[in-house]
């Protein structure tokens, strides 16, 4: 048997239950894949000329001529992605109060025009937070290019509400 929740099985998970997930439903260990984004030239360019206008993310010509030799995209663009991806599959199903950090952010390759990105994320931890009402997990999360290379890990931390009291 698999440790790894595809999102297919998630959703139907929540569309059995009809319910969003507590903190106190999760389990360390647990691992979630889903996701299959693929990332556009326009979305690339448009992007980085709002947010990092380096020019081998917003001028394909000038691109082929830099280190890498190709149009890119930002690796805050490719955060965004891996963030839009948890959030339609993953923390849209769960009782989110706030992200509280991230770090180890490490963008291990790039990401280019036409690539399709999956997310694959693991609880590594679960703690009770300061407040009774909720709970804290430490996540890490390893996005991959459809050849299954990794162009993006993450560590990061959310709050979630525990079960209400009775």
Not at 12 to 30: C, F
Not at 98 to 115: I, N, T, W, Y
Not at 130 to 135: A, E, K, M, N, V
Request: glycine content about 6%; aromatic content about 10%.
């Amino acid at each position: 048997m698999s440790d790894v929740i595809s999102e297919s099985a998630l959703k139907s998970a929540k569309t059995e239950k009809n319910q969003k997930i507590y903190w106190d439903e999760l389990k360390e260990g647990e691992q979630f894949s889903y996701g299959h984004y693929q990332v556009s030239e326009h979305e690339i360019i448009d992007f980085a000329k709002r947010y990092d206008p380096m020019e081998f993310h917003v001028d394909p010509e000038k691109a082929k001529l830099s280190p890498i030799g190709a149009l890119c995209a930002s690796g805050i663009h490719t955060l965004g992605i891996m963030q839009r991806l948890t959030f339609d599959n993953i923390y849209t199903n769960w009782h989110i109060v706030a992200g509280r950090e991230l770090r180890k952010c490490q963008f291990r390759l790039p990401v280019f025009v036409d690539d399709c990105l999956t997310v694959n994320m693991t609880i590594a931890k679960l703690s009770v937070d300061t407040r009774s009402d909720r709970g804290n997990a430490e996540l890490t999360f390893d996005v991959k290019n459809a050849k299954g290379k990794t162009v993006l890990e993450v560590e990061g931390e959310i709050v979630l509400q525990r079960f209400p009291s009775i």
